[in-house]
Each structure stands twice: as structure tokens, then as C-alpha cells.
């Protein structure tokens, strides 16, 4: 890497950091997280481009929705000189998280960053794990939990009133596709370079709902482990 484009990286490293906010209070609940993670208010995910430390980087903000992978390839082919891509996410689609993490990774070279007081949750760790390389600035949040497909509570609710033989369809339905989901997450781990381990020591280590007995449902990776499962990669020198 060129002296310049170190600099400018070291600039960009420097003006996420000091965007930084005062200590965040812990969540009692979700002890390895802060209280209320910078993830952006967005319905959808807004691709913004602009230049930064003397870089072009596209900010990346919002809800990860269906419509994401069409404007995430839209947006980089009006924008072919993105370096960087800068993540804040509660998640959401987790098939359009994979999608879009694939198209980014079609585009080498350009980095993935968790910004310093940002927080990538869900379905926006597969769209950080598309980059190569991948960073995580001090202070900025990878954080995990273990996927459900049991949100819709209404359906739950009807099948139940509607008798056993509605509830044993839904939970054959939802113990199907969670397994087809788990499939492609360990494939889009494989072929990422990331280790296996990050689901199964991890993230499907998190409870999906939340009981009296504990209520901790999601949590922040350190940049230790991070480093470990190789999410991202150790500082050059």
C-alpha cells in the first residue's frame, strides 16, 4: 500500500474516531453492549457517497430491506471509485444481507469500516464480511445474535387458535427455512474466509428470544475476537 493511500486511510481512521460520542452506558441487559448502539433510524438503507479524508466513500445507513442488493449494485457501478464502504445497521433481511455482501465482494479492493460510536448488527455483519479487507475502528460495534424466523407473532398466535395440525405446519415451515438460512450462512462464511466458528461459538451461542431466567439476546464482538474469527484483519505495520 502506497504512503498516500495509508495516509488517507489513517485521516479517514481519525475523523470516524473523533465522531465518537462520550462513554455510552452499558445495556444491563446485553452486558458486552452499549445501551442504545448508533445503528441509524432509516426504514431502508441509504447509499450516500462522499469524500472523506481525501477518499470517496459511500456511507451505508439503515435497515437492511429487500431492495438493497439492486441499489447497492446501482450505486457502485455509478460510483467506481468507492474505496471504502461505512457501516450502521439494526439489520433486518438477512438473504439481502448475503446478497449484498456477495456484490460487494465482487468488487475487490473495496473496504468494508465500522466507524467509530457505529454499530452493524444482524443481517449488516454479512454485508461487512463482503469486504476485502474489513475494518473495525476502535469503538465501532460488530454485533450478533442468533437468527429467528418466529417474529411474526400474529401468525403464531393464529396457527395456535387455528388447532395443532396449523401450529405443526408452521414449525415444520420455520425449522425449514432456518435450516436452509444456517446453510447459506455457513457458505457465505467459507467463501468470505471467515472461520466457521463466529456461528458456532457465537453467534448461534446467543438465545434467539429472550426468558426471565435471561434476557440477553445479542452481543458485541471485541476486536480480539474479532481478529480471531477473522472478521477482520490485524493492523498492517
Given at each position: 500500500?502506497?504512503?498516500?493511500?495509508r495516509?488517507?486511510?489513517?485521516?479517514?481512521?481519525?475523523?470516524?474516531?473523533?465522531?465518537?460520542?462520550?462513554?455510552?452506558?452499558?445495556?444491563?441487559?446485553?452486558?458486552?453492549?452499549?445501551?442504545?448502539?448508533?445503528?441509524?433510524?432509516?426504514?431502508?438503507m441509504?447509499?450516500?457517497?462522499?469524500?472523506?479524508?481525501?477518499?470517496?466513500?459511500?456511507?451505508?445507513?439503515?435497515?437492511?430491506?429487500?431492495?438493497l442488493?439492486?441499489?447497492?449494485t446501482?450505486?457502485?457501478?455509478?460510483?467506481?471509485?468507492?474505496?471504502?464502504?461505512?457501516?450502521?445497521?439494526?439489520?433486518?433481511?438477512?438473504?439481502?444481507?448475503?446478497?449484498?455482501?456477495?456484490?460487494?465482494?465482487?468488487?475487490?479492493?473495496?473496504?468494508?469500516?465500522?466507524?467509530?460510536?457505529?454499530?452493524?448488527?444482524?443481517?449488516?455483519?454479512?454485508?461487512?464480511?463482503?469486504?476485502?479487507?474489513?475494518?473495525?475502528?476502535?469503538?465501532?460495534?460488530?454485533?450478533?445474535?442468533?437468527?429467528?424466523?418466529?417474529?411474526?407473532?400474529?401468525?403464531?398466535?393464529?396457527?395456535?387458535?387455528?388447532?395443532?395440525d396449523?401450529?405443526?405446519?408452521?414449525?415444520?415451515?420455520?425449522e425449514?427455512?432456518?435450516?436452509?438460512?444456517?446453510?447459506?450462512?455457513?457458505?457465505?462464511?467459507?467463501?468470505?474466509?471467515?472461520?466457521?466458528?463466529?456461528?458456532?461459538?457465537?453467534?448461534?451461542?446467543?438465545?434467539?428470544?429472550?426468558?426471565?431466567?435471561?434476557?440477553?439476546?445479542?452481543?458485541?464482538?471485541?476486536?480480539?475476537?474479532?481478529?480471531?474469527?477473522?472478521?477482520?484483519?490485524?493492523?498492517?505495520?
Amino acid at each position: 500500500m502506497s504512503w498516500r493511500r495509508r495516509a488517507a486511510r489513517c485521516g479517514i481512521a481519525l475523523l470516524a474516531f473523533g465522531s465518537l460520542s462520550a462513554a455510552t452506558a452499558v445495556d444491563p441487559v446485553n452486558p458486552t453492549c452499549p445501551l442504545n448502539p448508533n445503528w441509524s433510524a432509516h426504514p431502508t438503507m441509504k447509499l450516500t457517497v462522499e469524500k472523506r479524508g481525501g477518499m470517496k466513500v459511500m456511507l451505508a445507513e439503515g435497515r437492511i430491506d429487500a431492495g438493497l442488493p439492486d441499489r447497492l449494485t446501482a450505486a457502485l457501478k455509478a460510483n467506481p471509485d468507492v474505496s471504502e464502504i461505512w457501516l450502521r445497521s439494526p439489520g433486518g433481511d438477512a438473504r439481502a444481507g448475503n446478497a449484498a455482501g456477495r456484490i460487494i465482494r465482487s468488487n475487490l479492493g473495496v473496504t468494508t469500516r465500522i466507524p467509530a460510536g457505529w454499530a452493524c448488527f444482524s443481517a449488516c455483519n454479512f454485508v461487512f464480511m463482503g469486504g476485502a479487507p474489513r475494518v473495525i475502528d476502535p469503538g465501532g460495534l460488530f454485533i450478533v445474535h442468533m437468527f429467528t424466523r418466529t417474529g411474526d407473532r400474529s401468525a403464531i398466535d393464529m396457527s395456535v387458535a387455528l388447532g395443532t395440525d396449523a401450529t405443526r405446519e408452521l414449525i415444520g415451515d420455520i425449522e425449514q427455512d432456518s435450516a436452509l438460512l444456517a446453510s447459506e450462512d455457513n457458505d457465505f462464511l467459507i467463501r468470505m474466509g471467515i472461520s466457521r466458528k463466529l456461528l458456532t461459538e457465537v453467534m448461534y451461542r446467543q438465545q434467539a428470544v429472550a426468558t426471565e431466567e435471561n434476557k440477553s439476546t445479542r452481543r458485541c464482538l471485541t476486536l480480539d475476537e474479532a481478529l480471531e474469527y477473522g472478521v477482520t484483519y490485524a493492523p498492517e505495520e
